[in-house]
Structure formats: C-alpha cells, structure tokens
Nanobody, 125 residues
Framework: QVQLVESGGGLVQAGGSLRLSCAAS????????MGWYRQAPGKQRELVATITEGGSTNYSDSVKGRFTISRYSAENTAYLQMNSLKPEDTAVYYC???????????????????WGQGTQVTVSS
C-alpha cells in the first residue's frame, strides 16, 4: 500500500508564501526522486520542481528564484517553499515519487511513479 499525504495548500494574496509538504509511506522504497507538479484548470499537468536522492534539484523556468524544493530523506518527506506567489501559480499541486527497480539485463531499470491526491493553491490578485 502506497500513500502520499500532501498538506499546506490554501488561499494567499499575491506576493505571499506557502509551504507544501508531502510525506510518503508504504512499499515504495527506495525512493529515487521526489517532486511537485501542478495543474491549472484547462491546462496540462506541468513540472514545478524535482529533487533527487542525491539532492540535485530541477525547477521550471516559471518558478526559478521563487520556489525551493527540499527533502528530508530520513522521513521520506519533501517540501516546496513557495515565495512571491503570483495569480498564475494558482493550480492543484501534486506530489510525485519516483522509484527504480534495477535488473542485470536490458532494460536495466524500470521506473514507477506514485502521485498524491493534490492540494489546491489559490493566489488572489
């Protein structure tokens, strides 16, 4: 049983801050990477930020310099600190966990993705 529990969404004025949390539990270890994606009404789900087991991070251009992803591996928890929020950041934010299973022959590894239920972030102008 895999469970991703997200928290921290809400309503905030433009320029404000929110911190999202995602706690992973169940039979999904070891975790290769964790990340946040978002989906606004009428749009496709898009990457916001990811962080690997080694701490390497990747951000979408739209959030660079404003959002920071971090990870507390001991508790399989990821955080997304969102500062200087804009109305265009309004979306449902989803936590993602990626795991890898390795093999001695091709394809050498496969990836499994797990998703949280989503948390709403609304930024008013």
């Amino acid at each position: 049983q895999v469970q991703l529990v997200e928290s921290g969404g809400g309503l905030v004025q433009a320029g404000g801050s929110l911190r999202l949390s995602c706690a992973a539990s169940g039979s999904i270890f070891p975790i290769n990477d964790m990340g946040w994606y978002r989906q606004a009404p009428g749009k496709q789900r898009e990457l916001v930020a990811t962080i690997t087991e080694g701490g390497s991070t990747n951000y979408s251009d739209s959030v660079k310099g404003r959002f920071t992803i971090s990870r507390y591996s001991a508790e399989n928890t990821a955080y997304l600190q969102m500062n200087s929020l804009k109305p265009e950041d309004t979306a449902v934010y989803y936590c993602n966990v990626g795991t890898r299973t390795y093999y001695s022959r091709s394809p050498y590894y496969t990836r499994d993705d797990y998703w949280g239920q989503g948390t709403q972030v609304t930024v008013s102008s």
